[in-house]
């Protein structure tokens, strides 16, 4: 039976696998890399399998943006089923994303219209700060479900580290909207891929002085007799 993550310090059910920290990792970055490529090869794409034809479109300007899209959907319900398949539980914020890119990705290539899949950024991140801000009101701090396989804190410093990745969503979603709507499509795909991801990995790496602060510390060893 498939269940949800575990609650940050709560026990895993019995006989729940971890999935190994680098393989989390290629799961939510690799259909990332896919949109990217998909995105910067699309005509070569399309020439190869004019099958993809009927997804690009008529509009050259957008066509290689909706083949990224569809190959982008795919690689995002691929990514979850293996996580599906490797621990038997659904991790929750993938959950999430997974759930827009399909509601988003799918208008944009039935719509045929770029400004879904450019907004669908905005709306997780802004669907991503709702759900952390909102746990916090009713005493959750759910970003434990993304770090806790790597590291135990307190739960006050869960409490803390919820706010500031909360707070942090709301930064990422008013800037894609500025992003998406000041430049073309080609910059916006670059800032998705490239410059998205630097700004996490920098405030990640702001938070380790409070991670270090609000690590459990190991039970000391009985002093011997």
């Known amino acids: 039976m498939v269940q949800f993550e575990a ?7 019995p006989g729940a696998k971890q999935v190994n ?21 699309g005509a070569w794409l399309v020439e190869k399998f004019p099958a993809l034809g009927s997804i ?22 691929l990514a979850l089923g293996v996580s599906l398949a490797l621990i038997r539980r659904v991790p929750v914020m993938p959950l999430v994303s997974c759930v827009v890119v399909v509601i988003f990705g799918g208008l944009t290539l039935w719509l045929q219209d770029a400004t879904f899949i450019k907004m669908k950024p905005t709306i997780i991140n802004g669907l991503f700060a709702a759900v952390l801000l909102g746990g916090l009101a009713f005493g959750k ?6 770090f806790d396989s790597v590291f135990q804190l307190t739960d006050e410093g869960w409490r803390r580290l919820t706010l500031r990745w909360g707070l942090f969503f709301v930064f990422l979603a008013v800037l894609n909207e500025v992003v998406w709507r000041s430049f073309d499509t080609d910059t916006w795909v670059s800032f998705k ?8 990995l920098l405030f990640t790496f702001s938070q380790v002085p409070l991670i270090l602060r609000e690590t459990i510390k190991p039970a000391a060893e009985a002093p011997r007799a």
Do not use: C, H, W
């Open 56 to 77: 690009a479109g008529s509009d050259p300007e957008n066509a290689g943006l909706f083949v990224a899209t569809a190959a982008f959907i795919v690689a995002t319900l």
């Open 193 to 200: 891929v490239f410059g998205v991801m630097p700004l996490t």
């Open 141 to 146: 701090s759910l970003i434990g479900y993304v």
């Open 7 to 13: 609650a940050p310090n709560q026990p895993e059910a």
């Open 21 to 41: 920290p680098l393989l989390k990792l290629v799961l939510e970055l690799g259909p990332l890399i896919v949109f990217f490529f998909a995105n910067a090869r």
